[in-house]
């Protein structure tokens, strides 16, 4: 059995056939899965045409099959995992914005002063630079994002450690 299913049957309701799990063990599965489906993707495409003399080390039939049932577990799992995030949606966006930022940041060049920069192998001229956002303010702005982004991440680590969700498996 795989390691997705396997959670999912530890908590597995016989009454409906559904599972009740938390979101942080719900984020598990779908990255699992997500593995899984990559990983079946590979097999199949490696194994559907051989030479002739050569053996097929898998049967594609059965692993398209495999692969079908693991996005549909997939959907599943992403749509239970999309109505409870529903609540903290502006959060997640929030989070992701800041980290977008904070890489468009380190970017932004910061370059001041007079520098002696090479246009060919036998000239050089000395041109003078000057930045409007200076090194050490970024420095203090990505400081900030970055207090906001662990602060964010430590609401949704809660929200997903007491948040229990219902996935349907039938």
């Known amino acids: 059995m795989?390691?997705?299913?396997?959670?999912?049957?530890?908590?597995?309701?016989?009454?409906?056939?559904?599972?009740?799990?938390?979101?942080?063990?719900?984020?598990?599965?779908?990255?699992?899965?997500?593995?899984?489906?990559?990983?079946?993707?590979?097999?199949?495409?490696e194994q559907n045409s051989r030479r002739v003399l050569q053996p097929f080390d898998y049967d594609t039939r059965i692993l398209l099959d495999q692969?079908?049932?693991?996005?549909?577990?997939?959907?599943?799992?992403?749509?239970?995992?999309?109505?409870?995030?529903?609540?903290?949606?502006?959060?997640?966006?929030?989070?992701?914005?800041?980290k977008g930022m904070i890489s468009f940041l380190r970017e932004v060049p910061t370059k001041h002063g007079k520098f002696v920069e090479s246009p060919s192998f036998t000239s050089s001229i000395e041109v003078e630079y000057q930045a409007q956002l200076r090194?050490?303010?970024?420095?203090?702005v990505i400081t900030d994002l970055e207090s906001q982004v662990n602060q964010l991440q430590d609401e949704l680590d809660r929200f997903n450690n007491e948040c229990q969700i219902d996935v349907e498996l039938n």
Do not use: C
């Open 2 to 45: 795989q390691a997705a299913a396997l959670l999912w049957k530890a908590a597995l309701s016989p009454e409906d056939g559904s599972t009740i799990m938390k979101l942080y063990q719900a984020l598990k599965v779908k990255n699992r899965l997500t593995t899984e489906i990559s990983s079946l993707k590979a097999q199949i495409k």
């Open 67 to 98: 692969l079908r049932k693991r996005i549909d577990e997939l959907t599943r799992i992403k749509g239970a995992i999309g109505k409870a995030n529903g609540a903290i949606y502006e959060q997640i966006f929030r989070l992701a914005e800041f």
């Open 135 to 140: 090194q050490a303010e970024l420095d203090r």
